[in-house]
Every structure is written in structure tokens, then in C-alpha cells.
């Protein structure tokens, strides 16, 4: 009997030693944490603020551009500054993809954030995690939303021109395909139309709405049609040419966005498919009464962006310069 209760006593002692052996050499995925440079480099988060705050002062429409570049950097391999880096020997940059090529902006932005924290502490802070602090301040800036950015997020040492053809969203993208888009990212419906918001700051070019605006389509406002052809010929003279997204408030991030798709008022067609009488018309709806409401699930949207397939821990670098690899 006592024996037996010694062997009992020995196996599970064993047993436990094993389990804990077992724990310990299990991969442990750091997590992102809101206070991760608080030692490191404590004043980094007032040294981007700073920075980002200094050039959207100095042109507005900056602060559309920042958000949109950390949502093309989110939806290509994760959070992981890959849309910084140029071409290079063992590179083909991202920046070269039809989504982004004349078209996304702000890279000189994050370049000089990251060289006034590399000022205050060297090696310390990603250029993923400016990215991704940059979105916030730059909403915040143009009366946005405010939200608590998780930080510690490393850089990637690869970009993929692939990937970031056929992972982005485009502007001629219907609803189905946008909804199936960003639930590849683990970003639901919701999330989708939330996040379509930044759509109420900002400029297009006419060359991604020229078809919608000429089409004569049912889903479109007849003056604001004619409006925007104005500025937009039918031919291909005028690609370049911007028009806001939002004519009413274009420098201000509240809900006018969605008031203007009710209006049938979306400039591109990938919006005002969001209020086409498909699933996410109540969204649209709900959100053009509650400017509280969009707000609040806007900044919910853009941390559960920020959380896509970081590098953590020992993945990834810290960049010294952002547009390449050290």
C-alpha cells in the first residue's frame, strides 16, 4: 500500500516534470502591448505625434494618406512596414503594385517620424509601429477618433509585389468581394463598412471613378455626376486629376461619408456599393445617424487591422531606415 502510493507520488512528479519540459519548448508568440516602449524609449509615441502633426499641418490632405498606408501596409503580409521598402537586389517593392503606385503617399512622412525617434533612441522603435501610431494621431488630427495603438511590432526584411496586386481592395470591387476581402484578414462586415469611413477625408483620382460618373447608372445622383465630370473628361487626359471623396466636409473625418452614399454621392463604386440595397445598407444607415457609433467602431476597426499577422519577438527587424533593410 505505501508502496504503491510512493510509486503514485513518484509518477506523478514525473509526469508534472514532464509537462513543464513540454510548455517550456513550445514556440511563445510575444504579444502586442500598449506600453512596450514605455522603458525603451518613453518619449517615442510625443516624437511621432509631433512629427505626423507637423505634416499634416502643412498639407491636410496628408492625413487621409497616412491612414490609407497602414491599411495597404495591414492587408499585405500583416503589419509589418513591407510597403516601405524600395526596390532592391533581393526586393520588388510593393510600392510598384497597381493599388499603390501613384497613388498611395505619405512615405516620406514616416521616414521623417522615423528619423526623429532614431534621434531620440536608435534601434528601439519599428517603422510598422510608427505606421501604425501615425493612423491614429493622423485621425485624431482631422477630428477623427482617438485610440490606445498596441505596440511592439517588428519589420519585415521581404515585400511582395503579388500580394499586394491581388490582396487589396479595388475600386471597382463589388460587395461580395470586399466582404470576402476583409475576412481573409479576420476583419468582419462591420469592420469593412467602418473602416470605408476614412473615405470622408481624402482625394481620388479621376481615372478610379471615370467610369462611375459617366455610366449614367441608377445609382448615382444626376448634379453630382455632372459635377465631378467637370473635373474629370471622359478621356483619358485627365487620370490624375482628384476630386475629395467627400465634397461636403473633405478635411474632416466624421460621418458625411455615409450621408453622402444615402444621397447616392459615392464617388467610387466600391463605397456606394456599401448602400446598394445589399447586407450592409443598415450599417450605412445606422452609422449617418450616430456619428458617436462610427466613431466608436472605427477606432475598433483600425486596432483589429493593426493586430493582422504582426512580427513579433525575435521575427522581423528594426529598421534604421524604413525604405530599406539595414
Not at 526584411?157 to 479576420?186: C, H, M, Q, V, Y
Not at 483620382?205 to 460618373?213: G, L, M, Q, S
Not at 461636403?248 to 453622402?260: A, H, M
Request: proline share 4%.
Amino acid at each position: 500500500m505505501a508502496s504503491n502510493i510512493a510509486l503514485e507520488g513518484s509518477y506523478f512528479s514525473v509526469t508534472s516534470i514532464g509537462i513543464i519540459i513540454l510548455l517550456m519548448s513550445l514556440p511563445c508568440e510575444a504579444q502586442l502591448s500598449s506600453t512596450f516602449y514605455d522603458k525603451a524609449c518613453p518619449n517615442a509615441l510625443a516624437t511621432i505625434r509631433t512629427s505626423i502633426r507637423t505634416a499634416i499641418a502643412r498639407e491636410r490632405r496628408m492625413a487621409a494618406s497616412l491612414i490609407r498606408l497602414h491599411f495597404h501596409d495591414c492587408f499585405v503580409k500583416g503589419c509589418d512596414a513591407s510597403i516601405l521598402l524600395d526596390d532592391a537586389p533581393s526586393i520588388t517593392s510593393e510600392k510598384n503594385a497597381g493599388p499603390n503606385k501613384d497613388s498611395v503617399r505619405g512615405y516620406e512622412v514616416i521616414e521623417e517620424a522615423k528619423t526623429q525617434v532614431e534621434n531620440v533612441c536608435p534601434g528601439i522603435v519599428s517603422c510598422s509601429d510608427i505606421l501604425a501610431v501615425a493612423a491614429r494621431d493622423a485621425s485624431e488630427y482631422v477630428g477623427g477618433p482617438s485610440w490606445t495603438v498596441k505596440l511592439g511590432r517588428r519589420d519585415s526584411t521581404t515585400a511582395s509585389l503579388s500580394l499586394a496586386e491581388s490582396n487589396l481592395p479595388s475600386f471597382r470591387d463589388g460587395l461580395d468581394r470586399l466582404i470576402s476581402r476583409f475576412a481573409s484578414k479576420g476583419l468582419n462586415a462591420r469592420d469593412m463598412v467602418a473602416l470605408s469611413g476614412s473615405h470622408t477625408i481624402g482625394q481620388a483620382r479621376c481615372v478610379t471613378f471615370r467610369d462611375r460618373i459617366y455610366n449614367n447608372g441608377s445609382d448615382i445622383d444626376a448634379n453630382f455626376a455632372s459635377t465631378r465630370r467637370r473635373g474629370c473628361p471622359i478621356d483619358d487626359s485627365g487620370d490624375a486629376n482628384l476630386a475629395p471623396l467627400d465634397l461636403v466636409t473633405p478635411n474632416q473625418l466624421d460621418n458625411n461619408y455615409f450621408k453622402n452614399l444615402i444621397q447616392k454621392k459615392g464617388l467610387l463604386e466600391s463605397d456606394q456599393v456599401l448602400f446598394s440595397g445589399g447586407s450592409t445598407n443598415s450599417i450605412v444607415s445606422e452609422y449617418s445617424k450616430t456619428p458617436v457609433t462610427f466613431k466608436s467602431d472605427f477606432a475598433a476597426a483600425m486596432i483589429k487591422m493593426g493586430d493582422i499577422n504582426p512580427l513579433t519577438g525575435s521575427s522581423g527587424v528594426i529598421r534604421k531606415i524604413c525604405n530599406t533593410i539595414n
